[in-house]
């Protein structure tokens, strides 16, 4: 599987951006889907997962409430809708798949390049 994520930006805060993350290669439908973020100097910290059919979902603590994660498996992509968006969510952020559950960005076996989601103060 690769990826592609894309939607990034500079947006002020209490402003929305949606993330695209569009998936070549067989069998989309059957990859748990995750969005990771990496600010400068930090960790790459889990945000949120959708299960293979987008039954389920999973998210951070602190995005809770504001971010929600989709799929459309009929083109290949998954979203992250970003709503009410503060300084702190300034990030690169990455898309991910795998075919177990777990938060661990070590045990994800596909990554996207990551796009760039700047909010002003």
């Known amino acids: 599987v690769q990826l592609q994520a894309s939607g990034g930006g500079l947006v002020q805060a209490g402003g929305s951006l949606r993330l695209s993350c569009a998936a070549s290669?067989?069998?989309?439908?059957?990859?748990?889907m995750a969005w990771f973020r990496q600010a400068p100097g930090k960790e790459r910290e889990f945000v949120a997962r959708?299960?293979?059919?987008?039954?389920?979902?999973y998210y951070a603590d602190s995005v809770k409430g504001r971010f929600t994660i989709s799929r459309d498996n009929a083109k290949n992509t998954v979203y992250l809708q970003m709503n009410s968006l503060k300084p702190e969510d300034t990030a690169v952020y990455y898309c991910?798949?795998?075919?177990?559950?777990?938060?661990?960005?070590?045990?994800?076996?596909?990554w996207g390049q990551g796009t760039q989601v700047t909010v002003s103060s």
């Open positions: 959708i299960s293979p059919s987008g039954g389920s979902t």
């Open positions: 290669g067989r069998a989309f439908s059957t990859y748990y």
């Open positions: 991910a798949a795998n075919r177990i559950v777990t938060r661990a960005a070590t045990l994800y076996d596909y």
